[in-house]
Every structure is written in structure tokens, then in C-alpha cells.
């Protein structure tokens, strides 16, 4: 199973990758230069986020981030995955059609938001496919009924229901199956999360052959 997370980490960077230094440039010169880096990527980040990094910082409200429980993934996503954001996850050789693992770790993501008496909001699960196995849900310890189901025809009517869902009130995780995903699409997912403090998970199959 692959994973991509769409926004930069914690430091502005994607991957945890740094900027070298120019050449000739002293030790004090080089903090400098990486504390301009630093504040330029914050303001670019404020400019383009609708205010979702003021909120973090503010502290207000849930954590920023969803802890995966995994010390060591947990500690390279600076916490675990941000709540309002997108992400992607697929599967890899057979597994890219089915994206059965992927899918198992989508369910394992929401189960805490489908315990009975949680008031975080809805789940939504959008997909083309229509072929998730409500007794093998209840294997997952996840309670079907409780998983709002949404059948799409298309990769373009799955964004579209992802990108409405992400707008609206009382929604607290966005899965959506799609096979094709391109920059702009990800990048109207991405402000719609950051915008109304919502998850969404694309969850990557690839079209069946024939």
C-alpha cells in the first residue's frame, strides 16, 4: 500500500526535505536564510489555507492532527495524519484494482467516529463501485449503519459529492474511491477540507482492465 499526503509538513516542507544552503554562506548566514525560508513558507501557507494554520496554532477546538498509533509513522507525520486536509492512500501490484487494504485502513481511520454517542459528524463513504461488505464491516468492529453510503456513476461525480460533502456542516470524514485524481481536482478537495476542518481520503483504484 502506497500513502501520499497532500499538504506539507509541519516544518513547510514536503517529505521532510531541506533547502541547501548557497554556496559561501556562514553557519549564522545560513540560520538566517532558514528563518526567512521558514517565515515565507508560513505566509504562503496562511495565504493559501483560508486560515486553517491560524486555527491550529490557536489550539482551539480537537487536536490538528489524527495519531495513527504508529510511534514511528506517527513521529515522521508530526503527530499523525492532519485532520483537515487530503490524503491519498492506494494499493500496490494486484491489490491496485481492489484497494482492499487501502479500504481496511480507510475503516480503521473512521471506526473511532462510528462509536455509538460520538458527536464529531458524519462519515461519508463515495464510491462507484458499490461493493463493500456490510458482515465484513461488522468484522472490522464497524457498525454499517452508522457509515453513510453514497453511490456515485464516475470519477467526476465522486469529486463532485467529495468536494459538496467537505463544504457541508455536520461532516467529519470524506472517503471517495476514484480512479483518476489531477492536481486541480486534489487541489479543490484540499481547500474544501481545510476550509470546514474536514478529513478526506481518496482512496486510489485503478480502472479494471477491458
Same mark, same amino acid.
Given at each position: ?87 491519498? $492512500? /492506494? ?6 484494482? &481492489?484497494?482492499? *487494504?487501502? !479500504?481496511?485502513?480507510? %475503516? +480503521? #481511520? ?60 455536520? $461532516? /467529519? ?6 480512479? &483518476?485524481?489531477? *492536481?486541480? !481536482?486534489?487541489?479543490? %478537495? +484540499? #481547500? ?19
Amino acid at each position: 500500500m502506497k500513502w501520499k499526503t497532500c499538504p506539507a509538513d509541519s516544518t513547510g516542507t514536503l517529505g521532510g526535505a531541506t533547502d541547501p544552503a548557497p554556496a559561501g554562506i556562514t553557519a549564522a548566514e545560513e540560520l538566517t536564510v532558514a528563518e526567512k525560508l521558514a517565515a515565507l513558507r508560513s505566509q504562503l501557507a496562511r495565504t493559501t489555507s483560508g486560515g486553517a494554520v491560524a486555527r491550529r496554532e490557536a489550539g482551539g477546538g480537537k487536536s490538528p492532527v489524527l495519531p495513527l498509533g504508529l510511534a514511528h509513522v506517527d513521529r515522521h507525520l508530526g503527530g499523525g495524519l492532519a485532520r483537515d486536509a487530503l490524503h491519498e $492512500i /492506494a494499493g500496490l501490484g494486484f491489490d491496485r484494482e &481492489q484497494a482492499a *487494504l487501502p !479500504a481496511f485502513f480507510a %475503516l +480503521q #481511520l473512521i471506526r473511532p467516529y462510528l462509536t455509538p454517542g460520538r458527536k464529531d459528524g458524519a462519515c461519508l463513504w463515495i464510491s462507484p463501485h458499490q461493493d463493500l461488505y456490510a458482515p465484513g464491516l461488522r468484522y472490522g468492529d464497524v457498525d454499517p449503519a452508522r457509515l453513510v453510503l453514497v453511490a456515485t456513476r464516475n470519477d467526476q461525480e465522486t469529486l463532485w459529492a467529495m468536494e459538496e460533502a467537505l463544504r457541508a456542516d455536520g $461532516i /467529519a470524514f470524506v472517503i471517495g474511491e476514484l480512479d &483518476q485524481l489531477d *492536481l486541480t !481536482a486534489s487541489r479543490r %478537495l +484540499q #481547500l474544501a477540507a481545510e476550509s470546514h476542518g474536514c478529513t478526506a481520503l481518496a482512496l486510489r483504484r485503478a480502472a479494471r482492465a477491458g
